[in-house]
């Protein structure tokens, strides 16, 4: 098989999905020429829709005629604190504890966002979060949650990556979750896209029967059609 395959992704999928399934999809087509952009999910969106790239990895996609979403994982949120927090010697967290903290998050605009979800898990545990700073990256969200500018509520896969100025602890009492999806074209039959999704669903069975023997882990779905506009 040759071809190319133009991919776009959020940050937070480097650090658990997107490494083991571009191993396994180079192994399974290494003729296709493969374009990674690390991209915010509303320029996935607009690049899917204007076929600039052909599958996405993203978080909170807005409805969107024409462009089918599945569900790839489904993790637990963690606190993002710096190592030398007063709260940081605690396992984990209730959110009504951060009542007073300053937080680091996402840009609110355009909706739905990430920031968007925060607040409303904040606002039901009784307060509405003070943002102090916004950005759009998740390595410059942690680096001014190391300088102590503020916390950041984070997927539980952040915590993959080792920083020794910042710490990860989990959220307890909150049952949402956020979910990575995979997007493309409702009517793209690509030989090189089937085969990428096929890789998708490979890694996410994998993963779901590993996270069902550790009771410590919350199960991942399988690839599950969400269908255009749902």
């Not at 997107?18 to 320029?43: C, N, Y």
């Not at 637990?76 to 967290?93: D, E, F, M, N, T």
């Not at 509520?153 to 009492?173: E, S």
């Not at 669903?201 to 969400?226: C, F, M, N, W």
Request: aromatic letters at 6%.
């Amino acid at each position: 098989m040759s071809g190319t395959l133009n991919l776009g992704f959020v940050g937070s999928a480097t650090y658990d999905v997107l490494p083991g399934v571009l191993r396994e999809f180079l192994q399974a087509a290494p003729h296709v020429e493969l374009t990674l952009s690390e991209m915010t999910v509303h320029a996935q969106i607009e690049a899917l829709t204007e076929k600039r790239i052909d599958i996405g990895l993203l978080r909170l996609p807005p409805k969107t005629e024409g462009l089918v979403f599945r569900t790839i994982a489904r993790e637990p949120l963690y606190v993002a604190l710096p190592g030398s927090h007063r709260l940081a010697q605690l396992p984990a967290l209730r959110l009504a504890t951060l009542a007073e903290e300053p937080f680091v998050l996402y840009p609110d605009h355009p909706r739905p966002s990430w920031t968007e979800f925060v607040i409303g898990l904040c606002q039901q545990a009784g307060f509405r979060p003070t943002v102090i700073q916004r950005t759009v990256e998740i390595q410059t969200t942690l680096s001014l949650v190391a300088a102590g500018i503020g916390v950041s509520i984070v997927p539980k896969c952040i915590g993959n990556l080792q920083r020794k100025d910042v710490v990860f602890r989990r959220l307890a009492g909150v049952r949402a979750r956020t979910e990575l999806l995979a997007a493309y074209r409702e009517r793209d039959s690509s030989p090189v896209v089937q085969t990428f999704l096929k890789v998708l669903r490979r890694r996410v069975r994998a993963q779901k029967a590993g996270t069902e023997s550790r009771k410590d882990l919350p199960a991942h779905q399988d690839l599950v059609h969400h269908p255009a506009g749902d």
